[in-house]
């Protein structure tokens, strides 16, 4: 009886509008907070607020790249409801919430209602797609556009064929690529797989539905990528900083020939963000053996995205790690949470066990990510330094920008009425002595600003820099808020033991 009321709960329809509620509830509280732009959107919103229309179709500042069509939504919006952070996350958070019902169309095709549950719930409280929902960047986009692909094919498969469909579809497939860099996979993907399903299959006539509408893609890739996409894939600064995520090719040594397969795992850490990324890779096996025996359609509309960017990054034209991957979180839920299935499958015991000590494995610390990201989604909050800043900053005021807080205090300067005073701008350094040096270049300098935002892989400029200021010179003033400083340094008023220390 207790069994049969725990299923009912399950295969209620009730449960899964709960889930949705959650997931939606998880990134409006975070969109509400309206923290600081960060570093990364920082630089993407002053591209879009100080750009025309025109101008956004043009290599964009600041090593940053965007679709034109997000761009675009991203300029309108600014227009519509002002430069301000929450008309800069709007169609993030948008893209967020809708690709939230896109995955569950896509789940209930292929995933039994015990996995179904699962996936959803693994969905909406992953902690990189809340973030990427609230956050001024193309990521969100790229979910929603390679769930819809995904879900457009597969409805596609089994849906009657007319020219009104075609046009539908090869429409369906330009519109994606104006929004998201990564749909080119999905759709190159989705395309191989159901061509070679048909041809298969025998069904000449559904092969050339897909192998016409998958040559409207490409030409239309074709032009995008002459016009566009090819000054972003070309661009130097890009190149550098993607430097370690294009695959060598060809391989010169056992470490190049294991790229790939390390590059892989890698991406169960970033960006999927498995706590316990090796469970969460054996899982992904597992569900991909799981798949392989139920659907291999299905399996191979997951996998040959992925393949098909790591192709890309051996000629060095999309980078194989990181939060340009996201695209492929969907594949990444539904092939773990179908391995975890399988995997219980396998016990000849403990079966109920086994299913909660994975699931908890998988989803415990994710929960628990989401939730400390609902409480405290601030970063790098800069507004609250600026604030401090201007109701103490007074004429002849100087302010030192650290190079990490350069982006960010670009955008908001104007807002805080700091853009009439003289500002230093830092470089970026790599060695203690050179940010040395950057303070020493101000000595009698009179009153300066230093303004510092950093976050975990940056911090050591802001702790080097502010250790140094306050054993040397005299601080009047003080401000700390979550990953941002501001220091007031009377440059003119050196502490006497702090130099006999520095010589």
């Known amino acids: 009886m207790g069994l049969t009321w725990v299923k009912q709960i399950i295969y209620s329809k009730q449960l899964i509008w709960a889930i949705i509620a959650t997931g939606i509830i998880f990134r409006l509280v975070p969109y509400a907070a309206n923290c600081s732009l960060w570093v990364d959107e920082a630089a993407i919103s002053?591209?879009?607020?100080?750009?025309?229309?025109?101008?956004?179709?043009?290599?964009?500042?600041?090593?940053?790249?965007?679709?034109?069509?997000?761009?675009?939504?991203?300029?309108?919006?600014?227009?519509?409801?002002?430069?301000?952070?929450?008309?800069?996350?709007?169609?993030?958070?948008?893209?967020?919430?809708?690709?939230?019902f896109l995955f569950l169309k896509v789940a209930k095709i292929n995933l039994n209602p015990l996995v179904l549950v699962s996936a959803v719930f693994l969905f909406v409280i992953h902690r990189t797609a809340i973030n990427f929902a609230v956050e001024t960047k193309q990521y969100s986009s790229d979910i929603f556009f390679a769930l819809f692909i995904i879900l457009a094919t597969l409805k596609s498969s089994t849906g009657k064929i007319s020219m009104k469909y075609f046009l539908l579809f090869s429409a369906a497939g330009v519109v994606a690529q104006l929004f998201s860099h990564a749909s080119v996979f999905v759709m190159a993907g989705c395309g191989t797989t159901m061509i070679v399903?048909?041809?298969?299959?025998?069904?000449?006539?559904?092969?050339?539905?897909?192998?016409?509408?998958?040559?409207?893609?490409?030409?239309?890739?074709?032009?995008?990528?002459?016009?566009?996409?090819?000054?972003?894939?070309?661009?130097?600064?890009?190149?550098?900083?993607?430097?370690?995520?294009?695959?060598?090719f060809p391989p010169r040594s056992m470490a190049e020939m294991i790229w790939p397969l390390l590059k892989f795992y890698q991406l169960f850490k970033n960006p999927m963000g498995f706590t316990f990324a090796g469970v969460a890779f054996f899982?992904?096996?597992?569900?991909?053996?799981?798949?392989?025996?139920?659907?291999?359609?299905?399996?191979?509309?997951?996998?040959?995205?992925?393949?098909?960017?790591?192709?890309?990054?051996?000629?060095?034209?999309?980078?194989?790690?990181?939060?340009?991957?996201?695209?492929?979180?969907?594949?990444?839920?539904?092939?773990?949470?179908?391995?975890?299935?399988?995997?219980?499958?396998?016990?000849k015991k403990f079966k109920p066990i086994a299913a909660v000590l994975l699931l908890i494995l998988i989803m415990g610390?994710?929960?628990?990510?989401?939730?400390?990201?609902?409480?405290?989604?601030?970063?790098?909050?800069?507004?609250?330094?600026?604030?401090?800043?201007?109701?103490?900053?007074?004429?002849?005021?100087?302010?030192?920008?650290?190079?990490?807080?350069?982006?960010?205090?670009?955008?908001?300067?104007?807002?805080?009425?700091?853009?009439?005073?003289?500002?230093?701008?830092?470089?970026?350094?790599?060695?203690?002595?050179?940010?040395?040096?950057?303070?020493?270049?101000?000595?009698?300098?009179?009153?300066v600003w230093y303004v510092f935002t950093y976050w975990e892989m940056n911090r050591n400029e802001d702790l080097l820099m502010t250790k140094y200021l306050t054993e040397n010179y005299q601080i009047t003033k003080e401000i700390y808020s979550t990953e941002a400083t501001g220091l007031l340094v009377d440059m003119a008023i050196p502490k006497s033991d702090g130099h006999k220390s520095a010589k």
Do not use: C
């Not at 790098?380 to 900053?393: A, H, Q, R, T, Y």
């Open 365 to 447: 610390p994710m929960t628990m990510k989401a939730m400390i990201f609902m409480v405290k989604p601030q970063r790098e909050e800069i507004k609250d330094v600026l604030s401090f800043m201007n109701k103490n900053i007074k004429n002849g005021d100087k302010i030192y920008v650290s190079y990490y807080a350069g982006r960010a205090f670009t955008f908001y300067k104007e807002r805080f009425g700091l853009s009439s005073f003289e500002i230093i701008p830092s470089n970026w350094n790599n060695t203690n002595n050179q940010y040395i040096n950057e303070i020493k270049k101000l000595n009698n300098q009179g009153r």
């Open 197 to 248: 399903a048909s041809l298969v299959k025998k069904d000449y006539q559904r092969f050339a539905f897909y192998t016409s509408f998958s040559s409207v893609w490409l030409l239309f890739f074709g032009v995008l990528y002459f016009l566009l996409f090819r000054h972003f894939a070309g661009n130097s600064e890009q190149q550098f900083y993607w430097t370690n995520a294009f695959m060598p």
């Open 283 to 347: 899982l992904f096996i597992s569900g991909g053996i799981y798949q392989y025996s139920r659907n291999r359609q299905f399996l191979l509309l997951l996998l040959l995205p992925i393949v098909f960017a790591l192709i890309a990054s051996a000629f060095h034209k999309y980078p194989f790690e990181d939060r340009v991957m996201i695209f492929t979180l969907p594949a990444f839920i539904i092939l773990i949470v179908n391995g975890i299935y399988f995997a219980v499958l396998q016990v």
């Open 46 to 100: 002053s591209n879009i607020v100080n750009r025309t229309y025109a101008g956004l179709l043009q290599p964009l500042n600041m090593e940053q790249g965007a679709p034109p069509g997000f761009l675009f939504l991203e300029k309108f919006s600014t227009q519509l409801f002002g430069e301000n952070e929450f008309a800069l996350r709007l169609f993030p958070l948008i893209f967020g919430i809708m690709a939230i």
